[in-house]
Nanobody
């Protein structure tokens, strides 16, 4: 059973930066998993922010392109999301997800809150 634990959230002013981390444990083939960062703002649906698949292909939501960077350190079993030039619209709970099964991510973290004040 894979467990994901996010950290690095917090409160920051617009224009600031944060780096989220997602530590994975319990999996034998973590390095080959597709992984992603999602976010959900109050009253809104969950949306994918950035993803990195098993081959290393990276995709970003249009709203974060050029500002956010997803990366994975397989040796440390950790996924990162570097967030720069943060905007108030980036305020949300951010979740890490791993391993696509049946077209959906099977494993989820508990989330870390990001609040950006304008």
């Amino acid at each position: 059973q894979v467990q994901l634990v996010e950290s690095g959230g917090g409160s920051v002013q617009a224009g600031g930066s944060l780096r989220l981390s997602c530590a994975a444990s319990g999996g034998d083939t973590y390095g080959s998993y597709s992984m992603a960062w999602f976010r959900q703002a109050p009253g809104k649906g969950r949306e994918v922010v950035a993803s990195i698949d098993w081959a290393g292909t990276i995709r970003y939501a249009d709203s974060v392109k050029g500002r956010f960077t997803i990366s994975k350190d397989s040796a440390k079993n950790t996924l990162y999301l570097q967030m720069n030039s943060l905007k108030a619209d980036d305020t949300a709970m951010y979740y890490c997800a791993a391993f696509i099964q049946g077209g959906e991510y099977k494993y989820w973290g508990q989330g870390t809150q990001v609040t950006v004040s304008s």
